[in-house]
């Protein structure tokens, strides 16, 4: 009898034995799973190269960009690509059909939020991007008094960021060029042409020059008010220059005026440096907006905080 309660002893201290030890390995394992768990989040940085993917140089957003480079200390490390809209767009696009990580400088009105139902912007705790933008009209002094027609309609267009994008959109769609897509808008719309006109006399063949930027949203605006200016008899020229030479333009007077003014963030280097130059006509176009954008399954990155400095 002894001889077989000490058996069972043994057996009973081997298998409490047995057991606190796969208890402990078990626990080991669990902990050690946890933090591979908790630090195998994906890097951003790494995946994209510590690269933001931008647009070309001296754009509004890309000198914005570079000052959000210098403001988040979690930026610290990463790079602006500066190229074109068309190769930022192209990029954006690779990436969205492989579903891979990518962030982009975005701002509407743009057709890519047209093309792409799921991109978000980056939330900008810092404010470098600013709030809500509006683009403005601008004129040169004494264009009132020599053109006052010309002025008149230029100070009345006013439309939305719906109205800009569905040009930009349907021309980069078609592959038609954003003037005739302009021309047909004019065509398809004439209550809110009505509006930009009312009062505004015809005349003949007076010259009017409109400075503007080279991107789409601007060729847009420029191309409709041009084309309602020539239903009224005027002789139109849209010139595109860079963003400070726009500016200098209208505040020298080379220019007669430009619609492509984005404030109050954008442009605000630009505009501080002539506001004394030339005359405000006010916002053509309000709820435009710029900062980071990244594709929507980009779950884990919703902030310009959450990415990773190098």
């Known amino acids: 009898m002894l001889k077989n309660s000490n058996k069972q002893l ?9 057991l606190f030890l796969a208890a402990c ?5 669990s902990e050690e799973n946890t933090e591979e768990s908790s630090g195998s989040s994906v ?49 954006l696009e690779e990436a969205i059909n492989n579903e891979e990580p990518i962030v982009v400088t975005g701002w509407n009105p743009h057709w890519m939020f047209t093309k ?42 006013n439309w939305s960021v719906e109205d800009m994008e569905s040009i930009m959109y349907e021309s980069s ?40 930027t080279p991107w789409d949203s601007e060729r847009a605006s420029a191309n409709v008010v041009a084309e309602v200016l020539r239903q009224k008899g ?12 726009m500016f200098e333009a209208v505040a020298n007077g080379d220019g007669d005026a430009t619609l492509a003014a984005w404030m109050p963030q954008t442009h605000a280097d630009f505009y501080e440096d002539h506001k004394d130059n030339f005359v405000d006509l006010g916002a053509n176009l309000e709820g435009a907006k710029i900062g980071l954008v990244v594709p929507e399954y980009m779950e884990d990155v919703n902030s310009i905080e959450d990415i990773q400095a190098k």
């Not at 043994?10 to 047995?18: P, Q, R």
């Not at 390995?25 to 394992?29: A, L, V």
């Not at 790494?46 to 930026?75: F, M, Q, R, S, W």
């Open 25 to 29: 390995g078990s626990g080991s394992d």
């Open 173 to 212: 769609d078609s592959g038609e060029e954003i003037s005739a897509v302009a021309h047909r808008w004019v065509e398809d719309n004439p209550d809110k042409v009505s509006e930009w006109t009312k009062g505004v006399e015809d005349v003949d063949g007076v010259a009017i020059e409109l400075v503007s």
């Open 43 to 91: 890097n951003v940085g790494e995946e994209v190269d510590y690269t933001i993917t931008g647009i070309e140089p001296g754009a509004g957003i890309t000198v914005t960009t570079e000052k959000a480079i210098e403001e988040y200390e979690n930026l610290d490390g990463w790079q602006l690509e500066q190229s074109s809209t068309a190769a930022m767009v192209t990029e």
């Open 116 to 157: 792409f139902d799921n991109l978000k912007y980056l939330e900008d705790p810092k404010g470098v991007y600013g709030e809500v933008e509006e683009i403005k009209s601008l004129a040169r002094k004494g264009l009132e008094e020599e053109k006052p027609n010309a002025y008149k309609l230029i100070d009345q267009f």
């Open 10 to 18: 043994f057996l009973i201290t081997g298998m409490l034995l047995v």
């Open 234 to 245: 005027f002789e139109v020229t849209i010139t595109p220059v860079d963003v400070a030479v």
